[in-house]
């Protein structure tokens, strides 16, 4: 049958029987569209497997850093072990600091020693501070300290410090207390302060230490009658002091502490206070 259909001013005609066959694609065609398909399907598996090339791990990746480890990978012995390494070596170097800072202390002392003998004393006093502040807290470096207060002490006699010069023996023998240089430099420098007691007491500690010592043992006998006419002196000027403050007082009643007497009964040995006019 034929169809006459009508559109604008021409007629068309159809044949319903046989209707005009699509067009098919060329076996070129054919064969991209294919590929295009297969392309696509790939494309998917990739991105599903993690192959795609935007960023994401690939498999090869993975594996290469699983294969290097991490550190909570390392078995607990390894740890330990490389935690015993670090901290031996950080006492190595804190040890190697310790020993140059001790050198350098010591090239100082050294370089005050000289000073002092130069008569250049502030010089040396500095120079022996500078190694007290260096010098590392450790045992081997005590003896170092002890002498640089003691040579401090004796640069503060030289200059006529003498109270400076018992401090710095003060903490040399704080450091080293069986310091004899120490000890003999405090009790002359409170023999010239006429701290004549504590003089001796410095004194009798040289001779407990070493009995045989000579110089300690003439600075006793040379000081205590000083600290005798020291201790005289003093008892005079504190009955004197008394004796004025009681003439004060007793001024306002028209006395004195002259009407008044002491006098040792031959009996007993005890005293008794009596008024004179």
Known sequence: MVLIEQEGNEE???NVRNPPKAPQPSSSTAT???DSRDDSAAA????INGDASDGF???SEGDAEEAKGTPEDQQPGQQEEQSKDDSSEILANEDELKQKALAQANDAKLEGNKLFGDSQYEGALSQYEFALQVAPEMPSS???RSICHSNRAICFMKLGKYED???ECAKALELNPTYMKALIRRGEAHEKLEHFEEAISDMKKILELDPLNEQ???????LEPLAAEKREKMKEEMIGKLKDLGNSVLGRFGMSIDNFKAVKDPNTGSYSVQFQR
Do not use: D, F, N, Y
């Open 12 to 14: 068309i005609v159809v």
């Open 44 to 47: 998917a598996s990739a991105t």
């Open 165 to 167: 010069a018992i401090k």
């Open 32 to 34: 991209k569209t294919t």
């Open 57 to 59: 791990e690939t498999a």
């Open 216 to 222: 300690a043992r003439r600075a006793i006998h040379r």
């Open 142 to 144: 005590v003896e170092l």
